[in-house]
């Protein structure tokens, strides 16, 4: 099994940046968000399951998923959002679980939005690498990118793990408060960490029960 880091973040914290710098450094990547998509692409399993559940309103005239029409109904409508759950996470896990068994690099990222807070892909990981940024940056972010109002963008927020909580589960932070230039240095002190790790190089310290994940804490 290879050495699998999660890397997780509250929206508009920069995960995708992150991501990316490292896989410059040769780390493998596999993203859920990705993963989703594919699985849920026209033709696919998860897009005739998401039609024959939710509809020909799903579709946009594209032929494809409507997404943003998808995103507002499950963000309503609790008993929406677990059946999408339950018609796609299934196909993501095992999507992602193939991208991991065909990664070549020493370590790779599993990038994970809601990590902490669905936790089905929380026990894959040796150890969890949190993305952060200040709140009001994140809602700067998302609204340039996405148009959203600022209140809603913090409605998806509140509905996410806090910024508090997410960070008391981390091994591992990078700030990206600032410029993008800052996180060179920080992204390459970590790839030599885990890559230390994973070839066995650097011993890991146990873990902190309040983490939640099944894995090992290695010293930073």
């Known amino acids: ?10 929206i508009g914290s920069g995960k995708s940046e992150v991501a990316r710098a490292f896989a410059r450094l040769g780390a493998d990547v596999a993203d859920a968000d990705v ?17 024959g559940a939710f509809g020909e309103r799903a579709v946009a005239p594209n032929g494809e998923l409507d997404r943003a029409w ?32 065909h990664w070549r690099a020493p370590y790779g990222l599993l990038v994970v939005p809601l990590l902490f807070e669905r936790g089905h892909l929380v026990g894959r990981v040796a150890r969890v690498l949190v993305v952060d940024c200040p709140e009001d940056e994140q809602v700067r972010r998302v609204m340039a990118r996405s148009g959203l109002a600022a209140a809603e963008v913090r409605a998806i927020m509140a509905a996410q793990l806090s910024r508090a909580d997410r960070l008391s589960r981390a091994d591992d932070t990078i700030d990206n408060g600032g410029p993008v230039e800052a996180l060179g240095p920080q992204v390459a002190r ?19 029960p309040d983490n939640g994940a099944h894995s090992q804490r290695g010293n930073t």
């Open 1 to 10: 099994m290879p050495y699998v880091v999660g890397l997780t973040g509250g």
């Open 35 to 51: 993963a989703a998509h594919a699985v849920s692409a026209r033709g696919q399993p998860g897009f005739v399951a998401v039609v």
């Open 70 to 101: 998808l995103r507002d109904r499950v963000f309503a409508d609790a008993a929406a959002r677990a059946t999408l759950e339950r018609l796609l996470h299934p196909l993501v896990i095992a999507r992602l679980d193939s991208e991991i068994a």
């Open 190 to 208: 970590l790839h030599a960490l885990y890559t230390s790790l994973a070839s066995g190089a650097l011993e890991p310290a146990p873990r902190s």
